[in-house]
C-alpha cells in the first residue's frame, strides 16, 4: 500500500508539472521558470561595463516579460535568469536603464517602443551678439548632450520549452542533454556591438590666429535616438553642441590652421549603425562660432552644410566612425589683440 502511495504521488506531481508548464500567455499568472545562463563578451565593443541589462519580450504580443540585471564580469556564464516558458526576443545591452552617461532609456515596457535616446540639454550655451536674423539658441528647442557609448546585441526566438524548464531547475540529477544543453545556452558567450559613432571632425581656419580658444559648434540634424528592435536610428532629428580647440598652426605659417575634435553621436537619421552606404533624409548643418582676440570679444559666426562630407569608415566595434575634414568657407578676419592675448584664453562660460 505504501509503494502504491508513493508512486501515486510521484505521478500526481509530474501531471502537475507539466499542467503547470503548459505554454499560457505569461500575464495569466504562470509560475514555472527555466533557469537561464547569460554571458556576453564586450571585446568587440571595446568596453567594459559595469552593470549589463537583459530584457526578455514575449514574441507574440511584444510586451516586457522579464528585466533581469547584473553586474559585469569575466566569467562566461556570468548569471542566471528565472525565465517562463514561452518565446523570446532578448535584448542585452550595457549597464542599466539611467546609468550611461548622456543616454536614457526609454519604451522599455514593449519591444516595438524601446529605444536609447540622447538626454535633452536644457541649457547649451548663447553666443551673444550674433548676425541679424539667427535667433537666440539658448531658447531652441532640440538641444541634447553628446551620448556616451552604447553597445548591444538582440536574440530573436529564443524558445524556453517545458522540457527546458524542467531540465535546467533539476540538471543535477539528470543524464546531460545536449539539445537542452544548447537550446538553454543561446544567451551565453552573446558579442554586443556598438550602436554609438565615434565622429573625428578637423576643421581648417584661415586667420585662425585672431580667434580664442575654444569654437563653439552647433551640430543639426544628426539622430536623437536609436531603436533597438529595428537597428536604426530613429527619424528624430536632435542638435548637439561642442567645442572644437586643439589649434595646429599649418606648416609655415602663424596665420592659419586647424581645430579638431573626437564627439559621440547616435549618427544620420535612419542608418543602421554598421552602414558605410548612408542615404541622408536630412541635412546635417554645423554652426560655427568663434570668439575673437579683440577688446570686444567680436563673435564670427559660419554656417556651413556638411552633409557630403562626411565619410562612413567601417570600425571593429560594430559603428561606423564617422569622419569629416573641411576647410571654412570665410577666412577670420584680423583684428587687434586686446593687450597680450594669446587668443587661447576663452572659457566655455563665455558662451
Same mark, same amino acid.
Given at each position: 500500500m ?14 502537475a508539472?507539466?499542467a503547470s508548464?503548459h ?6 499568472g504562470? $509560475? ?6 547569460i554571458g556576453?563578451?564586450w571585446t568587440? +565593443?571595446?568596453?567594459?561595463p559595469? =552593470? ?8 507574440? =504580443?511584444?510586451?516586457?516579460?522579464l528585466?533581469?540585471?547584473f553586474?559585469? %564580469? ?5 548569471t542566471?535568469?528565472?525565465?517562463p516558458a514561452?518565446?523570446?526576443? $532578448?535584448?542585452?545591452?550595457n #549597464? ?10 526609454r519604451?522599455h515596457?514593449?519591444l516595438?517602443?524601446? #529605444?536609447?535616446? +540622447?538626454i535633452? %540639454?536644457?541649457?547649451?550655451s =548663447? +553666443?551673444?551678439n550674433?548676425?541679424?536674423g539667427l535667433? =537666440?539658441?539658448a %531658447?531652441?528647442?532640440?538641444y ?5 557609448m552604447?553597445?548591444?546585441?538582440l536574440?530573436?526566438?529564443?524558445d ?6 524542467s ?5 543535477? #540529477?539528470q543524464v546531460? %542533454?545536449k539539445?537542452?544543453?544548447?537550446a538553454s ?7 554586443p ?12 581656419v ?9 569654437a563653439l559648434v ?7 535616438s ?5 537597428d536604426?536610428s530613429?527619424?528624430?532629428a536632435?542638435i548637439q553642441?561642442?567645442?572644437?580647440n586643439n589649434?595646429t598652426?599649418?606648416a ?8 579638431s575634435?573626437k ?5 544620420m ?12 533624409v536630412?541635412p546635417?548643418?554645423m ?16 554656417q $556651413?552644410? +556638411?552633409t557630403s562630407?562626411?565619410?562612413y $569608415? ?12 573641411m576647410?571654412?568657407?570665410e ?10 592675448d594669446?587668443?587661447f584664453?576663452t572659457?566655455?562660460a563665455?558662451?
Open positions: 505504501k509503494r502504491i502511495t508513493k508512486y501515486s504521488l510521484l505521478l500526481a506531481g509530474a501531471w508539472l507539466l508548464c505554454r499560457r500567455p505569461l500575464e495569466d504562470y $509560475v514555472a521558470k527555466a533557469r537561464i545562463p556576453a563578451v568587440v +565593443a571595446g568596453i567594459t559595469q =552593470n549589463v541589462t537583459a530584457l526578455f519580450y514575449n514574441q507574440q =504580443n511584444g510586451k516586457l516579460a528585466e533581469h540585471r553586474e559585469n %564580469n569575466d566569467d562566461r556564464i556570468q542566471y535568469a528565472e525565465v514561452g518565446i523570446y526576443t $532578448v535584448v542585452i545591452f #549597464e542599466i536603464r539611467g546609468q550611461i552617461r548622456g543616454i536614457g532609456i519604451g515596457e514593449n516595438a517602443t524601446l #529605444e536609447a535616446y +540622447a535633452p %540639454n536644457p541649457n547649451p =548663447n +553666443a551673444p550674433l548676425k541679424p535667433t =537666440n539658441r %531658447n531652441s528647442a532640440g541634447v548632450y553628446e551620448p556616451d552604447l553597445a548591444a546585441v536574440v530573436r526566438d529564443f524556453v520549452s517545458c522540457e527546458m524548464v531540465y535546467t531547475q533539476d540538471s543535477k #540529477e546531460v %542533454n539539445a537542452l544543453e544548447s545556452e543561446r544567451l551565453v558567450g552573446l558579442i556591438e556598438r550602436k554609438v559613432h565615434e565622429f573625428n571632425i578637423l576643421i581648417h584661415d586667420g585662425l590666429k585672431n580667434a580664442r580658444m575654444p552647433d551640430m543639426k540634424g544628426m539622430a536623437e536609436y531603436g533597438f528592435d529595428t536604426r530613429t527619424l528624430l536632435a553642441q561642442f567645442t572644437m589649434r598652426y599649418d609655415g605659417s602663424d596665420q592659419n590652421g586647424t581645430i575634435a564627439i559621440h553621436t547616435f549618427g537619421l535612419g542608418e543602421t549603425p554598421a552602414s558605410t552606404d548612408v542615404q541622408p536630412e546635417v548643418i554652426d560655427f562660432f568663434f570668439m575673437l582676440v579683440d577688446a570686444d570679444k567680436t563673435i564670427v559666426h559660419q $556651413v552644410d +556638411a562630407l562626411i565619410r $569608415v567601417p570600425g571593429q566595434h560594430g559603428a561606423t566612425t564617422l569622419e569629416l575634414e576647410k571654412l568657407p577666412a577670420l578676419h584680423n583684428v587687434d589683440p586686446q593687450g597680450n594669446s587668443g584664453d572659457e566655455l563665455e558662451w
